[in-house]
Antibody, heavy 126, light 104 residues
Framework: EVQLVQSGAEVKKPGESLRISCQVS????????IAWVRQMPGKGLEWMGI????????RYSPSFQGQVTMSADKSISTAYLQWSSLKASDTAMYYC???????????????????WGKGTTVTVSS | EIVLTQSPGTLSLSPGERATLSCRAS???????LAWYQQKPGQAPRLLIY???SRATDIPDRFSGSGSGTDFTLTISRLEPEDFAVYYC?????FGQGTKVEIK
């Protein structure tokens, strides 16, 4: 069974650093990209970016470029999302998800997020 | 940058009724990258539809997707109590703002 297990809830102060994790099991970690998605309280889903664990290639949404860093450790099948200096506006639920690529026919693929972690709640408050 | 606009914002229906949710893209997009997700309170999103019209594993056949170009639709043929939730469309790296399906 494919599973993405996220680290537990965090409560931090503005200016502090943080790294949250997403450990995968049930498939080869380096076969698929991992996506990170933010959901602020009472709001919708925001695509933050993706990382390919095979070579740590990353693609950030312009809204999150420079605000967070995505990384991956192949040896323990774990992806990370980190902040160097948190702000109150980083308070949100953060989901990781496997971005699956399915062969659709000659020359094309489907892309979608088929398995999600349960999310990590990050609260930033003084 | 592609913008996905979902309508309506809220849909008030009764169990057994048909729900039709719209997702409109600001420019033509590939159907291969168009997916729909369901999210219930306190839960992670769940994949319903990928490739605009293919049901994900274990998704009941009352859920169907259609569309191409800039206009896509998620249809729930007969609402079950467990279908009341928020639904999001996604195209590659963009989500719509969501449609809430609530009990009338």
């Amino acid at each position: 069974e494919v599973q993405l297990v996220q680290s537990g809830a965090e409560v931090k102060k503005p200016g502090e650093s943080l790294r949250i994790s997403c450990q995968v099991s049930g498939y080869s970690f380096t076969d698929n990209w991992i996506a990170w998605v933010r959901q602020m309280p009472g709001k919708g889903l925001e695509w933050m970016g993706i990382i390919y664990p095979g070579d740590s290639d990353t693609r950030y949404s312009p809204s999150f470029q420079g605000q967070v860093t995505m990384s991956a450790d192949k040896s323990i099948s774990t992806a990370y999302l980190q902040w160097s200096s948190l702000k109150a506006s980083d308070t949100a639920m953060y989901y990781c998800a496997r971005r699956y690529r399915k062969f659709g026919g000659v020359g094309y693929f489907y892309y979608y997020m088929d398995v999600w972690g349960k999310g990590t709640t990050v609260t930033v408050s003084s | 940058e592609i913008v996905l606009t979902q309508s309506p914002g809220t849909l008030s229906l009764s169990p057994g009724e048909r729900a039709t949710l719209s997702c409109r893209a600001s420019q033509s997009v590939s159907s291969n990258y168009l997916a729909w997700y369901q999210q219930k309170p306190g839960q992670a999103p769940r994949l319903l539809i990928y490739g605009a019209s293919s049901r994900a594993t274990d998704i009941p056949d009352r859920f169907s997707g259609s569309g191409s170009g800039t206009d896509f639709t998620l249809t729930i043929s007969r609402l079950e109590p467990e279908d009341f939730a928020v639904y999001y469309c996604q195209q590659y790296d963009t989500f719509g703002q969501g449609t809430k399906v609530e009990i009338k």
